[in-house]
């Protein structure tokens, strides 16, 4: 099992980057999925998630309006389109899948991607 996230790089205030995040089958497989994003010297915080039945996703406030997470059947991929980007969003991207729990939180996650750093100028 092993997700692959890309995409990140460095963008100008109130520019847009779209992340992808390929999974292999198993892991695309499972009951949602979400990215979480680390600053320096900050904890990992939760950014988006959705599931695979129903579609549900959920965004953390920072993000809502700005952000949209969306998947691809077909290319076992996940995605997270940002738009307005800030120079607080700059952090280390990582995407992750759930087996269980409420996606809200990193401890339902199980399987993790190795991160891509997004930075945000001014």
């Known amino acids: 099992v092993q997700l692959q996230a890309s995409g990140g790089g460095l963008v100008q205030a109130e520019g847009s980057l779209k992340l992808s995040c390929e999974a292999s089958g198993r892991a695309y497989s499972t009951y949602g999925m979400g990215w979480f994003r680390q600053a320096p010297g900050k904890e990992r915080e939760f950014v988006a998630a959705?599931?695979?039945?129903?579609?549900?996703?959920y965004y953390a406030d920072s993000v809502k309006g700005r952000f949209t997470i969306f998947g691809d059947n077909a290319k076992h991929t996940l995605y997270l389109q940002m738009g307005s980007l800030q120079p607080e969003d700059t952090a280390v991207y990582y995407c992750?899948?759930?087996?269980?729990?409420?996606?809200?939180?990193?401890?339902?996650?199980?399987?993790w991607g190795q991160g891509t750093l997004v930075t945000v100028s001014s």
């Open positions: 992750a899948a759930s087996v269980q729990g409420d996606l809200h939180y990193s401890s339902s996650y199980y399987y």
């Open positions: 959705i599931t695979w039945i129903g579609s549900r996703s």
